[in-house]
């Protein structure tokens, strides 16, 4: 991969051509997310905009064609890339990204162009289980397409954003392979939210309950998420631990959702402990 970005910094022709090709063709948008989020941490979001117009032109057909993911990530990688250029913080990129894809998930450009009536006929049609479930719903008073353009909104808006999340790290990793060999590493296994980054999202969170924005309790525990993730990669790190160990911790990861609450807390914890600082002054 590194090969990729190295071809691509040899110009802007070359970034702009690797971002057209990548988001032209189905599921490689993420390739031209992360080109367009290459160029703008390595130059800045001025001399960058060729290359992320580059990748959202295509990605703006493919949203005319009914997916949105494309330009969602594209737009949510390039925000954050600006934010972590600027501040060089990955916490505050990740709750840039976080308020961006929320108000995306508000404005409700993840759902179907013809709404969730029609998808729910459909499934209502094909499926008696769906039926009844439905049917128990609206008899306990609930609005089933309310629910359905919520249920639909939030898990694609929270895949956009762990797609862009991961864009944003293949960049970077990118960037510290071309310039600054290890600085990746560094970076992330020392990621960590500051208590008062953990305050922002909280009243956020609060905010958005009583506004009754529920985009903002969606996403807003994805920065903390990563952050334990960073955690569990720093202290793999530390230890000298085999990388199955990591193997294994994104499996449990993935298919459980215990494990995710436990990222969680370790995040939380650390906020104040600062984990990885005293695992290295015991060593």
């Not at 499926?127 to 359905?148: C, Y």
């Not at 208590?195 to 956020?204: C, Q, S, Y």
């Not at 993730?229 to 990591?246: E, P, Q, R, S, T």
Request: positive net charge; contains cysteine; charged residues 10%.
């Amino acid at each position: 991969m590194l090969t990729i970005a190295r071809w691509v910094m040899r110009g802007t022709p070359h970034a702009v051509g690797g971002a057209v090709v990548a988001t032209l063709i189905p599921w490689l948008f993420w390739l031209g997310a992360a080109i367009a989020a290459l160029v703008t941490l390595r130059r800045g979001l001025s001399p960058a905009l060729p290359v992320i117009v580059a990748a959202a032109v295509p990605s703006g057909w493919w949203w005319m064609q009914g997916d949105v993911i494309p330009l969602a990530s594209v737009l949510l990688v390039t925000l954050m890339a600006v934010v972590l250029r600027a501040r060089l913080r990955w916490s505050e990129a990740l709750i840039a990204g976080a308020l961006a894809g929320a108000v995306m998930i508000q404005l409700g450009i993840f759902l179907p162009p013809q709404g969730t009536g029609q998808m729910l006929a459909e499934l209502r049609q094909a499926s008696p289980e769906v039926e009844r479930l439905l049917a128990e719903l609206t008899r306990q008073g609930l609005d089933t397409e309310q629910l359905a353009a919520l249920l639909i909104g939030g898990v694609t808006g929270l895949m956009v954003l762990i797609a862009a999340v991961a864009c944003l790290a293949l960049a970077r990793s990118w960037q510290a392979g071309l310039y600054n060999p290890g600085g990746f590493r560094e970076e992330f296994h020392a990621l960590r939210l500051s208590p008062r980054e953990l305050a922002v999202l909280v009243v956020l969170g609060v905010v958005g309950a009583v506004l009754g924005l529920p985009g903002l309790g969606m996403l807003l525990w994805v920065p903390l998420l990563v952050a334990g993730i960073a955690l569990v990669h720093g202290f793999i790190g530390l230890k000298g631990m085999n990388g199955l160990w990591l193997v294994a911790f994104y499996l449990l990861l993935i298919t459980t959702w215990p494990m995710i609450l436990i990222v969680l807390l370790l995040a939380f914890i650390d906020v104040f402990a600062d984990i990885r600082v005293r695992l290295a002054s015991r060593d």
